[in-house]
């Protein structure tokens, strides 16, 4: 595992400071202040094959867009086999359902994707203070961007061929198309879904992100998407997700058939 950045967590300011220091000894005297508590926190581990701009990359978006990068763990480059090997089925850190993404916070252990968005969500208090509106927005957002990656993933091992079901999932009328479509129709004048930027927002900028990389010419048809992709670019963190997810999971075409000769 490895922490994108060192944290320090501040128990009455909520703030989080980029520092090596583990512990930090304060005695105030005087006055109404609290007393003052820092302690550095266990990072949480998100665990999932290190360095794959893939099904947890939304994960990483939320965190990182909303400052708790300090807070999150990813797994190293190298570190967890790869699925149909007998290192695999030894992997302890893996979902009831024998799969990743998986995030343990502790004693904590939470399987699937989308529940795991929402444990962070819910620890961070990321939606704290929002309308039901934004909130209702932000959820709708979030099913959007794994309904991309679920459909990408239909596609990738598609039995007919991966190029002919990627074709037909970014044609007009396809499972990918009408999710971007559905997406793009929601977005509110704000530019984001809701009245501001919400967890469900760096959900899908994830997932127009890996659908840039996968067709950029097709992710160019929804051009809000587009916009509220760059705007959570801008931000410094999700460029270090970025740079910490430098291989691309999806693939736009079929494996060249390997001769046998
Ligand atoms: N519904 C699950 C799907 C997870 C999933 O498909 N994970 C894949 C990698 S992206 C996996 O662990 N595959 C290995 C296996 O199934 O053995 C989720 O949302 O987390």
Redesign the pocket.
Known sequence: MALVQNYIDTSFGGGYLNSNIDKVDVTLTGGDLPEARFFKEQPIDIHYWGGVK??AQPIFYIAAYFGCSDRISMSTPGTIPY?GTPEWAKVKNK?A?????FLTDGDIKV????PICRYLVAKFGLHDGFSMADIAASEQALAGA?NFIDAA?VAQYAPGGRTEAMDTAHAEGGSIYKNFAALESLIAPSGWFGSRATPGCAAVAAAVEMATVLDAEAMAKFPKLVALGAAVGTSTAIKAVVAATPYPYYKRKSDPVESSA
Not at 111 to 114: F, I, K, L
């Open positions: 893939s099904r699925p979902s359902w024998g799969q990743l993404p399987g699937q994707s989308t794994f993933s």
